[in-house]
C-alpha cells in the first residue's frame, strides 16, 4: 500500500504514516495554482471505490511513481490552474450512491463515471476539502454542506473548521485533514486538540472504523491522504 501526501505536512505526520505503508510519495507542484493548496493531492487526484483520475497537468514526477508502482490511473480532460473552476474539477466526492459536486464544476471525466449515481448539488466548489465519507455517513466543515445532508436524510456531523491549520489561510476544513484505508481513518494531527474532537471521535468508533492520529499537534489540512495500490 502506498501514500500521497502534501510534501509540506508536518514531519512527523509523515513519519507515522509511514508505519503503516509501504512508501509514502511527498507531493508538490509549482506555479499551476495558488501557494496554500498547491501540495494538496485532492486538487489534482479524483478517487473513488473503483478510478483513480489525474489532472492532466499533475506534476510528472507523480504519475511516474503511480506508472513505476504498476497503479492503474486515467487522465481527466481539463488542467488545474489559478482560478476557482479550474482548481475544484478534481475535488470531488462519491460513494456507491452518492455524488457530490458543485454542479458543472466537476471535470467531465468524473460526471462520466458517476453519472448512475444520485448527484448532490451542493454550494460548497472545494467538496473533498470540505467532507469526507464514512460508509454513507458524512463529516464536513461546511454548513451549507449540512443542508444538503440534511434535505437527502443523510447521516452527518458538522466538525467546526476552526483551528485546522492550513498555509496561507486562517483554516483549512475537516477533509484536507484525512484519509481512509480499510477499518482505519488517519488525521494530520491530533482531532482531540479541537473542540469538536470528542464527539469526531464517538462519531467515527460508532460506525467501527478505529481513528489514527498522525501527530499531537492541531490539525492539518494537507489536501487529504490518499491510499493507492
Do not use: W
Request: proline letters at 3%; aromatic letters at 12%.
Amino acid at each position: 500500500m502506498l501514500a500521497i501526501i502534501d510534501k509540506r505536512a508536518p514531519n512527523a505526520v509523515k513519519k507515522n504514516l509511514s508505519l503503516y505503508i509501504d512508501e509514502v510519495f511527498e507531493f508538490e507542484s509549482d506555479a499551476i495554482t495558488y501557494n496554500s493548496i498547491a501540495g494538496h493531492p485532492d486538487i489534482f487526484m479524483y478517487q473513488d471505490e473503483n478510478n483513480l483520475v489525474l489532472a492532466p497537468n499533475t506534476p510528472i514526477q507523480l504519475t511516474s511513481f503511480l506508472t513505476e508502482n504498476k497503479v492503474v490511473f486515467s487522465t481527466g480532460k481539463n488542467p488545474v490552474g489559478k482560478s476557482l473552476k479550474e482548481c475544484v474539477l478534481y475535488n470531488c466526492i462519491s460513494t456507491n450512491h452518492y455524488f457530490f459536486c458543485k454542479k458543472d464544476h466537476a471535470d467531465v471525466s468524473i460526471q462520466n463515471l458517476n453519472s448512475t449515481k444520485i448527484q448532490l448539488n451542493i454550494p460548497q466548489a472545494f467538496a473533498r476539502c470540505n467532507m469526507f465519507a464514512v460508509e454513507n455517513s458524512f463529516v464536513t466543515s461546511d454548513k451549507g454542506i449540512v443542508k444538503v445532508l440534511k434535505n437527502n436524510k443523510l447521516g452527518y456531523l458538522y466538525f467546526d473548521p476552526s483551528e485546522i491549520n492550513i498555509i496561507d489561510h486562517k483554516n483549512g476544513f475537516i477533509g484536507g485533514t484525512m484519509g481512509v484505508y480499510n477499518d482505519k481513518v488517519f488525521f494530520m494531527g491530533n482531532i482531540l486538540k479541537h473542540a469538536d474532537g470528542k464527539v469526531l471521535e464517538k462519531f467515527i468508533t460508532n460506525l467501527n472504523m478505529e481513528i489514527i492520529c498522525l501527530g499531537n499537534d492541531f490539525l492539518y489540512d494537507g489536501g487529504s491522504i490518499f491510499f493507492v495500490k
